[in-house]
């Protein structure tokens, strides 16, 4: 009735607050907060979209990018029990503090990563899923997770005597226990992001929840002014330990290049870059891996897959099949084109596997691409060395004569069709019995013409 409570303190003041951020090398992002008898140690991790987590729901399947564990163990209470699968209570606290960091998460296009916190509670007094909200907060933004804002929790409870009433500001286990509400309010220096009210008498009036929301609110700001102190944003750099994750938007008619029959060309690029790549179905691309040369490594290859060739750029290639007449050339990832064997050197090549053999790494010229797409290449006009582009010392083919220029093989070879044995050019279509046309038709003096057999003479 004096307004003092069990620990000595006023209604309205916060215990000794002690913040601290990245005391966990090895982690991506790592925060101790203690408030009081209440301890937490958040841990941040950042992964790719192949570890986001899978819910399965009642509207299917759904995938989250951002989880929050909470870990209460016995030992922060000072009891002995064996560790197994979350509690309801752990679940529910959990989810509590979700919610309260959830809100202030940037989006997949601006941070592509998946985030996991890990908030183990150490010891509690009290209000330990407001501890890892702050703890939590504070552990993303030494990761690196540029959140909108830092967010702050507190409990608030409640005396209640007859019409006489008394909030109080982060409560002790015992002020749980023995009060009349427990009314967990989480949020910014802008506004509430969650909160969350249990009671113990029949309900409340208005002014007891005005009261406590406007006595939270001073309380949160306190609390901020703490975690301020250790760290007032997020930092502009993620910890060396994590890995680092570019995207790049490709059109969607070629998401089957990159990826290739039955994932071969994908594969490829991940065995060989030793980075992570995933491929959504509008095309976007995220590249992934703690190798920043990896990274650089895969989107090359990748913006060569999707790069249109050009006739005149030399590309680096592999030889991936021989025939009579030449090799075939992959090259800028998933295109093919024929380099023929007159184009191998400069001088005469007998056969192609005298030059050439399967999986050898070529440099080569696109000299054609015709309308049907197929790719003419040439290596003997660039150096296999350095990939330069060579003088062309070939004389050049003779020009082929015109084909009315052969001799007497002249489309006027026969004569004008109207001089040709007395036909005229207006080839009178009534002309008589078959028999009576032999006259004309080309023979000495008029008569029936000697290359005619004798049964078809007239006698």
């Not at 500001?169 to 220096?189: N, P, Q, R, Y």
């Not at 802008?190 to 005005?210: L, N, P, R, Y």
């Not at 750099?237 to 089957?256: F, V």
């Not at 650089?296 to 897959?305: D, F, H, M, Q, T």
Request: some cysteine; glycine content about 14%.
């Amino acid at each position: 009735r004096d307004g003092t409570r069990i620990d000595g303190r006023t209604t309205t003041q916060v215990r000794p607050i002690e913040a601290m951020v990245g005391f966990l090398p090895r982690t991506h992002g790592s925060a101790l907060f203690t408030r009081g008898e209440t301890q937490a140690i958040c841990t941040t991790t950042l992964g790719t979209k192949d570890s986001e987590q899978m819910i399965d729901g009642l509207e299917g399947l759904s995938y989250s990018n951002f989880m929050l564990h909470y870990n209460f163990p016995p030992y922060s209470v000072g009891e002995v029990g064996r560790f197994g699968a979350p509690s309801r209570r752990d679940t529910g606290h959990g989810k509590l503090a979700w919610r309260a960091l959830q809100a202030v998460l940037p989006s997949k296009e601006d941070f592509p990563y998946t985030i996991r916190v890990v908030s183990d509670i150490t010891e509690s007094n009290g209000s330990s899923s407001m501890a890892t909200v702050c703890g939590g907060a504070l552990s993303m933004m030494d990761a690196g997770v540029p959140i909108t804002r830092p967010v702050s929790g507190i409990a608030m409870g409640l005396i209640l005597e007859g019409e006489e009433f008394t909030v109080l500001s982060d409560i002790l286990g015992d002020e749980d226990h023995l009060g009349d509400m427990d009314f967990k309010v989480a949020g910014t220096s802008e506004g509430i992001t969650t909160m969350q009210m249990d009671i113990k008498v029949a309900g409340i009036t208005k002014e007891i929840f005005s009261a406590a929301l406007n006595q939270a609110r001073e309380g949160r700001a306190h609390i901020l002014g703490e975690m301020t102190k250790a760290l007032g944003s997020a930092r502009t750099e993620l910890s060396a330990h994590a890995p680092r994750i570019e995207t790049m938007q490709i059109d969607k008619s070629k998401i089957r290049d990159v990826i290739g029959t039955g994932g071969k060309v994908i594969r490829e690029i991940v065995a060989e870059t030793g980075a992570k790549v995933d491929i959504d179905d509008e095309g976007l691309i995220k590249i992934s891996s703690s190798d920043l040369s990896q990274i650089e490594a895969a989107r090359k290859w990748i913006a060569s897959i999707v790069e249109e060739a050009q006739v005149g750029k030399i590309y680096d290639g592999k030889v991936v099949n021989i025939v009579d007449f030449g090799a075939f050339v992959n090259f800028m990832g998933g295109k093919d084109g024929l380099v023929h064997i007159s184009e191998m050197r400069n001088e005469r090549v007998e056969k192609p596997t005298d030059v050439v053999s399967e999986g050898q790494a070529v440099k080569v010229k696109v000299l054609e691409i015709d309308n049907r797409g197929k790719v003419r290449l040439s290596m003997r006009v660039v150096d296999q060395e350095t990939g330069e582009e060579l003088e062309d010392t070939r004389p050049p083919r003779e020009p082929r004569e015109p084909r009315g220029d052969r001799g007497d093989r002249g489309g006027d070879r026969r004569g004008p069709r109207g001089d040709r044995s007395g036909r005229g050019g207006g080839r009178d279509r009534d002309r008589g019995p078959r028999r009576d046309r032999g006259g004309d038709s080309g023979g000495s003096g008029g008569g029936v013409p000697d290359h005619v057999p004798a049964f078809l003479k007239d006698d």
